[in-house]
C-alpha cells in the first residue's frame, strides 16, 4: 500500500523532532551537551523558516503574473497554422492557466521513507559529505539542512582506511573503534533516519596495513585491503548501500609503490569480492559495487602501469579494467569524476576526454563495444568550484570568474550528464576548509562561536537563522571550544565575501541549479531511470518553438512510491512566447541501458496503461543568475485526459528555461448526465 504523502516542507514540530533525533545520533553518550546544543539550532530553525516563508510569499507576489488573465496561446504568425493543428490535436487537453501556486518544485518528503533496492537503473541526486570529528553539534546541524534533509536522495563519504583504523586495535569495531569512524557512523545513521542512501569511498592505507610501513597513497599488504572493506561491510550492511573501492585511481599520488595489477587484483577483484561475500550472507542485502573515478589532472603523474598522462591515461585506465574478466564479474559500474576542471566543463587534455560528458561517453562505448551493456557508469568525486581560483573557468567571457559561471557551468554539466545517462551525481555540501571552493552551501557560524572570535568575517543570513561566514577558515577542536585560523592567501586560494555573488544568502548560486535538478531523483522517493533522450522506441519527445536555444536537456524518471512520472526539461532559448509538445512512454520500457534484461530488478511495464486517465502538473519558470529565486513561475494543471497509444502526451504554454512536468494517474472525471429531449 502506498504511504499517503505529505508536502515537502514539514511543520515546524515535526522540524523540531527531526532535529532532536539527529542531535540524539551525535550525542549517543553526551546528554549534558545535547540540551545545551538544542536550544539555540530549533532556535536558528525557526527564525530561518518564518523569515524563508516571508522571503517566498513577497517573491511570488513581485514575479506572479496577473492571475485572471490568459496566457496567450498563439505563436508569431508564421507558426499560427502549425499551433492550430496542435490545438485542434489536443483541444481536450489544454493546459488551464493557474495562479501560481504554493508548489514551487516537485519534491515531496514521507513520514516514513521509501525502503527499497538501490540498483544501476535507480536514479540520485546528493552532496559529498564529510562530517567533523569532535564536533557533533556542527553535524547535526548539517543533517537538518535542506540540502541533505530534503533534498538529495543520497549521500557520498569519504572513508579514509588511515582515519579509520589508524591502528591494529582500530579494527575492532565493538571495543576500539576510531573517533574517525564513529563520526561517520553517526552521520550515516543521520541519513538512514531521513531516507538517503549511503555510499562510501576509499581511499589510502594505514601505516601497520602498508607494505612499506607508511601511511598514504600506497600499497597494502597482501589480503589487507580485502580485510579492511569486509569488516566495513559487515558492520555497515543494510545502511550503506553502494561502495566505490578506491579514489582517482589514475594517480600515483594515491598508489606510489603499486601499479596497476595491483590495484586490479587487490583493491578492484578481491575487495569487490569481500563485500559481495558479506552483503550475500543471511539475511542478504543489495549492494552496488563499483570501481574509482579519475583524476582530470592532465600533468600529474599517473600510476605504473598507464605508461602515459591525461586523456591518454584515463582511456588505458577503462581499458586496463574492461579487460579483466574476473574484475568485471564483481563489479556493477565504471566510474567518472564529474568535475568543472580545466576549462570548466571537465576537458582534460583534448586526447579522449574533451568534456566530463566526453568521459561518459567514453566509458560507456568501451562498456557497449566488450559486450558489458548490463554494466553502468556512476559518479565518483563530483564538484564545480564557484570563485576565482586558478582552477576555475570564465565560461561567459565576462572577464571574471564567480558564482555566475558557477551557475552556467551547473546548467551544462548536470544537464548534459544527466541526459545522456548519468544516473548518480553529487557535490559537496558545503564550503569547509579545502583549499578548493566547491561547496553548494556556504559555511554556517552554526552555534555562534566564530562571530566570538573573528565577529568581521560574519554577516547575518537573510533567510535568518545561523549567521553566514564571509572567509575560507579552518576549524580545529570541538563544538565548544574550536579555535579557527584564516586560510594562507599563497597555498590555500582563500576567498572573501567579495567573491559571493549575493553575501546574505546562505546558499551559493549554482546550488539552485543543483536543487532545480534534483527533482529527477525525488528526494526519499523511490525513483528510476525511465525515457532516455533519442533512444529509439524510449524517447523523450519535445518539440515546438520554445525548445530551442544552444542549450536543451530532457530527463525523465519515474517515481515507483508516487507512480507518477517527471520530465525536466531545460531550453535556454525559451522565451515564454510559445508553445511545446511534450511525450514520453507510459510505461517503463525495455530500455538499452537501462531496465532491460540485465537490470537486478524488472521494472519494466510499469507506469499508466492504455485507457488509464491520467493528469500533467506543469511549473515553468526561469532562475535568477543573480540570487538563485524563481523569476516568472506559473503552476499550471492540465485537464484530465486518456492514455492513448501507449503515450503520455501535453502541450506546454508559453516555456520559459526551466519546466518541470509531473504525469500523475487521477481517477476517471464522472460523465455528464445527458440531457433529456
Known sequence: MKKKATPLRHSLSNLRSIHYSLLIMFFPTRPALLLVAILPIVSLLQCSQTDQAQKNAT??????????????????????????????????????PKKPAKIAEFLYDTDTPADYQWTTNHMHIGVRWQPYGGRPENNAYDAARPIISKYSSYAQFWVAWSASEPSEQSTDYAKHMS???????????????????????????????????????????????????????????????????????????????????????????????????????????????????????????????????????????????????????EIDALNLNVSDQNDGYGTVDGAYVASVWGNYDLARKKLDDYGHRGK????????????????????????????????????????????????????PWSDNSSSWSMGL????????????????????????????????VVVRGNDDDFEIKLMDEKLQFPFTIEDYIDPSDPNHLHYYIWRWYAQISGGNDE???????????????????????????????????????????????????????????????????????????DYRGEGFKDGDSYQARIITKNISPQDGSDLDARYEESKIFTVKDGMLNIPVMQMNKFTAIEFIRVEAPAEKPKKSE
Not at 596497476?260 to 549492494?287: H, L, N, Q
Not at 512520472?565 to 511525450?583: C, E, N, Q, R
Request: aromatic share 8%.
Open 59 to 96: 517573491q511570488k507576489t513581485q514575479s506572479s503574473p496577473n492571475p485572471s488573465s490568459t496566457p496567450a496561446a498563439s505563436p508569431e504568425d508564421n507558426m499560427q497554422q502549425e499551433q492550430q493543428e496542435q490545438q485542434e490535436q489536443h483541444q481536450h487537453s489544454k493546459t488551464i
Open 179 to 329: 573517533d574517525y569512524l564513529q563520526t561517520i557512523e553517526q552521520a550515516v545513521d543521520a541519513c538512514i533516519a531521513q531516507g538517503l542512501k549511503c555510499e562510501f569511498v576509499f581511499w589510502h592505507c594505514p601505516a601497520w596495513a602498508a607494505v612499506g610501513g607508511k601511511a598514504g597513497g600506497v600499497q597494502a599488504k597482501e589480503g589487507h585491503y580485502a580485510a579492511f572493506v569486509e569488516r566495513i561491510a559487515r558492520h555497515f550492511k543494510g545502511r550503506v548501500h553502494a561502495y566505490q573501492l578506491a579514489h582517482e585511481a589514475n594517480l600515483k599520488m594515491h598508489l606510489n609503490d603499486g601499479d596497476m595489477d595491483y590495484m586490479i587484483s587487490e583493491v578492484f577483484t578481491k575487495g569487490a569480492r569481500s563485500i559481495r561475500k558479506v552483503y550475500g550472507e543471511a539475511p542478504t542485502a543489495p549492494v552496488i559495487i563499483s570501481t574509482s573515478g579519475c583524476s582530470p589532472c592532465f600533468g600529474c603523474d599517473t600510476v605504473d602501469g598507464l605508461n602515459a598522462t591525461g586523456g591518454l591515461a584515463i582511456n588505458n585506465f577503462y581499458d586496463q579494467l574492461i579487460a579483466s574478466s574476473e574484475m568485471m564479474k
Open 376 to 427: 553502468s557508469v556512476m559518479a565518483a568525486e563530483s564538484w564545480i568550484t564557484w570563485d576565482d581560483t586558478h582552477n576555475s573557468a570564465d565560461v561567459n567571457g565576462d572577464g571574471s570568474r564567480n558564482e555566475l559561471d558557477a551557475y552556467l557551468r551547473a546548467i551544462t554539466i548536470m544537464g548534459q550528464c544527466l541526459q545522456r545517462g548519468l544516473n548518480t551525481m553529487n557535490f
Open 441 to 472: 552551501t556556504k559555511r554556517h557560524d552554526y552555534n555562534g562561536r566564530i562571530k566570538k572570535l573573528m565577529p568581521e568575517i560574519v554577516i547575518p543570513s537573510k533567510h535568518g537563522g545561523a549567521d553566514i561566514v564571509t572567509s575560507k
Open 527 to 601: 525513483v528510476i531511470r525511465h525515457a532516455v533522450a533519442g533512444e529509439a522506441g524510449n524517447d523523450i519527445g519535445v518539440f515546438g518553438p520554445d525548445f530551442t536555444g544552444p542549450e536543451r536537456y530532457r530527463i525523465s524518471s519515474y517515481n515507483r512510491t508516487r507512480n507518477s512520472f517527471m520530465v525536466l526539461i531545460y531550453a535556454s532559448g525559451a522565451t515564454a512566447k510559445h508553445w511545446v509538445k511534450v511525450a514520453i512512454p507510459a510505461t517503463i520500457q525495455n530500455g538499452w541501458h537501462y531496465n532491460n534484461k540485465f537490470s537486478q530488478q
